[in-house]
């Protein structure tokens, strides 16, 4: 089994033309791909602080929701930086010596704050994944009777993208069936209301619907899992923690992180002394404290 306690974590904070990078175990741990590699502009590098994290995703069409709190950093360059007015960015990376790291969260930043606590000053992030582009952006658009759908459905997607949100790369073929019907609306429209409404209610006629995790929107057929990869062991040797328990809701299961593995909507095969088989994901809680003993997912499926 590889080490799993060897952990390894990067925090990035983006807003507008500054990236601050906070470091973890091994500082010199830079996964590719981030911020301050595709642009050019001002990175400031803090070393390692004591990061703790608590993390909920759902397959709902509400943000996910993810708390951070970063001890005793000191603010410096990012002092007069209005995180919230500037809807910053805040990236989460994490992994172990002997897994490939890999993003935990990505959100926006709706809150920011430095609290005293004791001996510490704890600087507090509350984020939301896809915060605006769920539940601020509209659309008020009207369309001429014979308009096709699928244009529509563009004109949508580019005000969620306008958002700062990224259009994940098989849109086009998920797309592709929807133009191939040309399909046009019977009489003329007028559009008025949420951009994520909207876009749901013009993917539901074709059996599709759509989810943003980690600023990324991805469109799915209604039931399909979202990422249509090998579903991920789950057993003591690979981190089950404790025995999962079966509620009303479904079975509950703890397990330690393993970053990109434990999405709602992804699969899981847990083998357990009282279970053996293929589930869902719907929910989970990723809890961690880069100083402490939490580094745990408490996930829910069906």
């Excluded at 994940?168 to 994520?196: H, R, W």
């Excluded at 013009?202 to 980690?214: A, E, S, V």
């Excluded at 095969?269 to 100083?291: A, C, L, M, P």
Aim: charged share 25%.
């Amino acid at each position: 089994m590889p080490d799993l306690f060897g952990r390894m974590y990067v925090m990035e904070i983006e807003s507008i033309d500054k990236v601050f990078t906070i470091g973890g175990q091994i500082g010199s741990f830079n996964p590719a791909g981030t911020a301050a590699s595709k642009k050019k502009i001002s990175q400031t590098t803090y070393e390692d602080f004591r990061v703790s994290f608590n993390i909920v995703r759902t397959l709902g069409k509400t943000p996910d929701k993810a708390t951070f709190e970063i001890y005793n950093v000191v603010e410096g360059k990012w002092a007069s930086v209005d995180f919230k007015k500037n809807k910053a960015k805040l990236r989460f990376h994490c992994g172990y010596r002997q897994i490939e790291p890999d993003l935990l969260f990505s959100g926006q930043i709706t809150n920011y704050e430095r609290i005293p606590d004791k001996l510490d000053v704890i600087t507090h992030f509350t984020c939301g994944d896809g915060q605006d582009a769920l539940t601020k952006a509209n659309i008020n658009k009207s369309y001429n009777a014979g308009m096709d759908i699928a244009t529509i459905m563009d004109d949508v997607i580019k005000g969620i993208k306008d958002e700062g949100i990224e259009i994940a790369g098989n849109i086009k073929d998920k797309l592709a069936g929807i133009k191939a019907e040309s399909k046009k609306a019977d009489t003329g429209l007028s559009i008025s209301g949420l951009l994520s409404d909207t876009l749901e209610d013009l993917l539901t006629p074709f059996n599709k619907t759509f989810t943003i995790q980690d600023d990324v929107l991805k469109i799915v057929e209604i039931g399909q899992e979202i990422a249509t990869t090998i579903p991920t062991l789950i057993t003591p040797e690979t981190g089950l923690i404790g025995s999962p328990v079966k509620t009303k809701d479904g079975l509950e299961f703890v397990s330690l992180i393993q970053p990109g593995k434990f999405n709602p909507g992804q699969f899981v095969e847990i083998i357990s002394r009282d279970f053996d088989g293929k589930y869902k994901i719907v929910k989970s809680n990723f809890v961690g404290d880069t100083h402490g003993n939490d580094w745990y997912v408490r996930g829910l499926c069906i």
